[in-house]
């Protein structure tokens, strides 16, 4: 079993920044892929970046491209999310999630482990 939990959200206004946190604990996760969603008021839960086990390939939904960077310290069992530029439109609660088979993906499905989420609010 692994326990995740996530910190870091809060209320911002746009353009500025935040970073994201998702510690891990129980069973090792330094080899499980880790992925950041998130969901907005309203609408469904939506992949927004993803690292693979070893930190060497990630990926970005396309509203985040550019401006969203993820990392981990497997030391540390963490993942990272770095917020900037950050605009109204990414209000919603952000939740990590692990991958035990250490993929990169955007596949909700294929994420076995949830942390109950953090809320990001950005105000215009």
């Known amino acids: 079993q692994v326990h995740m939990v996530e910190s870091g959200g809060g209320l911002v206004q746009s353009g500025n920044s935040l970073r994201l946190s998702c510690a891990a604990s129980?069973?090792?996760?330094?080899?499980?892929?880790m992925g950041w969603f998130r969901q907005a008021p309203g609408k469904e839960r939506e992949f927004v970046a993803s690292?693979?086990?070893?930190?060497?390939?990630?990926q970005y939904a396309d509203s985040v491209k550019g401006r969203f960077a993820i990392s981990r310290d497997n030391v540390k069992n963490t993942v990272y999310l770095q917020m900037n530029s950050l605009k109204p439109e990414d209000t919603a609660v952000y939740y990590c999630?692990?991958?035990?088979?250490?993929?990169?993906?955007?596949?909700?499905?294929?994420?076995?482990?949830w942390g109950q989420g953090t809320q990001v609010t950005v105000s215009s």
């Open positions: 129980g069973r090792t996760c330094s080899s499980c892929g």
């Open positions: 999630a692990a991958d035990v088979a250490g993929w990169n993906t955007n596949r909700q499905s294929a994420y076995e482990y």
């Open positions: 690292i693979s086990w070893d930190g060497s390939l990630s």
